[in-house]
């Protein structure tokens, strides 16, 4: 579906492709308050996640990376789902993987049931004009990863241009 400037505050917030993604806020590892508002403008990478889940160990360095390489044009935001974790086990992770970006605490389920959350870990890819533009269910590989983010971008960094070149070669 495209979607024009006009249309998106026309369209119903969905966690559907195409729609703009559902709004929340919610308290942060850090103490802060944070909602999606924050990263208005931005494309986003919305991951959600627990510290006991296998796959999410594995992707946790591709967030912490794909950060390092491109967050200086994205926001990632790592959802904890503190309803099926704990506060403690979840700093500890973030800690463990290096994440320097929002990792806000679901503790409800509130924002998961939102969003449809069923398996861990999910993955929804955000425009910068808020709209979602795909996700995955499960664990991402650095090369999709990677290439969801390129073309994220694309449209929303036109003075700003990332270094694929640079990145195009890194090690994975």
Known sequence: MRVSGETVAALPEKPEIGYPAPGFSLTA?????????TSKGRPIVLN??????GPCRDEAPLFAKLHEQYGEWLSIVAVNLTAVDSEQEA???AREYGFKFPVPL???????????IRPIPTTI???SRGIITGGVLGALDWDLL??????LLEPSAPLATPPADRNRNARQ
């Not at 679901?106 to 449809?116: H, I, N, P």
């Not at 990677?146 to 073309?151: I, P």
Request: charged share 30%; hydrophobic share 40%.
């Open 29 to 37: 590892l850090d103490g802060g308050a944070y909602s999606l508002e």
């Open 48 to 53: 959600f996640w627990a510290s006991w889940c």
């Open 91 to 93: 700093r500890r992770f």
């Open 106 to 116: 679901d503790s409800d389920g509130a924002v998961a049931a939102k969003y449809r």
């Open 125 to 127: 890819f955000i425009d």
């Open 146 to 151: 990677h290439g969801r983010v390129l073309r």
